[in-house]
């Protein structure tokens, strides 16, 4: 069967590597998880902060995480759109 982890338990296992100075290997030995976990949920809490892993938490973390994915992918799509609109000015000026 597989384990799940609160959010409570996450955040304390990411914090041993990130503020106590605990190697990735010696918190997931201590605490009895793998460390591939571990490196997963460190990077989900250093992109999302305190609203990392809403899977476990309150409903509101989980909005609050969809909409911060939801604006980083608008902001993406709104560069990607100013590059074009570049690129189409650029090959207007080319082609006159």
Do not use: C
Not at 79 to 87: A, T
């Amino acid at each position: 069967m597989r384990r799940s982890y609160d959010k409570q338990f996450k955040i304390a296992a990411v914090k041993l590597v990130l503020d106590d100075d605990m190697s990735v290997a010696e918190a997931a030995e201590a605490l009895n998880i793998h460390y591939n976990s571990l490196y997963r949920w460190i990077s989900e809490y250093e992109e999302y902060g305190e609203s990392a892993f809403p899977g476990h938490g309150t409903a509101l973390y989980s909005y609050q995480y969809e909409i911060k994915k939801l604006r980083q992918e608008n902001e993406g799509l709104k560069n990607e759109l100013d590059m074009l609109k570049k690129y189409q000015a650029f090959l207007k000026r080319k082609n006159k």
